[in-house]
């Protein structure tokens, strides 16, 4: 599973992630996005024009991904979970790149430009399983705004897994844990 964190914060912050996933077959890699930021790091500028940045850490993250199927690693066989604009970059990314995902996992985001998304999906997006979880109380990414743009995807064809929570911008204990691993062992073994 290959993990992109949230605005200002690092790889660092999620090594909590496999310890309380409780899947030990399961293996991780933890990535810093490319810009720094405070104390951590940015996929994309947020607050001017986001596009360009997106565009770019996406172009990074299919070299990572190439580059792990050339080590081996398939990406059948291989989770991109996100957490806020990781969400945003999961969802981008995942949507667009030529292979399959055992699945895609975003929490706590959003997408950017939903149309323009489904003008260039690849040509397996539709048989991708992807699951999304937001907070009905997320205060940084509204949640009745994320809702239209998932529902949007659905409308569209995208197999979407929706899971709205009384939480905040966080990860929400057990439940949401519960959630998020019940999805990755379906995904493995519904092969």
Not at 101 to 130: C, N, T, V
Not at 162 to 181: P, Y
């Amino acid at each position: 599973m290959i993990v992109l964190h949230g605005l200002g914060d690092s790889a660092a912050g999620f090594r909590w992630l496999p310890l309380i996933m409780k899947l030990p077959w399961l293996s991780y890699l933890l990535v810093n996005a490319p810009d720094p930021y405070y104390s951590g790091y940015a996929w994309y500028d947020f607050s001017g024009e986001a596009t360009q940045g997106i565009e770019r850490s996406g172009k990074l993250i299919f070299r990572l991904l190439d580059a792990e199927r050339a080590k081996g690693f398939p990406t059948e066989a291989t989770l991109l979970f996100g957490f806020s604009q990781g969400c945003l970059m999961t969802i981008d990314v995942g949507l667009r790149y030529p292979h399959l995902f055992a699945g895609l996992i975003g929490i706590s985001g959003y997408i950017h430009e939903p149309h323009k998304l489904m003008e260039s999906l690849s040509p397996l997006a539709r048989q991708q399983r992807l699951l999304i979880t937001h907070g009905t109380e997320d205060s940084l990414i509204p949640f009745v705004q994320v809702r239209e743009q998932f529902d949007f995807l659905k409308s569209q064809g995208i197999n979407i897994e929706w899971h709205e929570l009384v939480k905040g911008h966080t990860i929400a204990g057990q439940e949401e844990v519960d959630i998020i691993r019940d999805f990755i062992q379906r995904c493995y073994h519904a092969k």
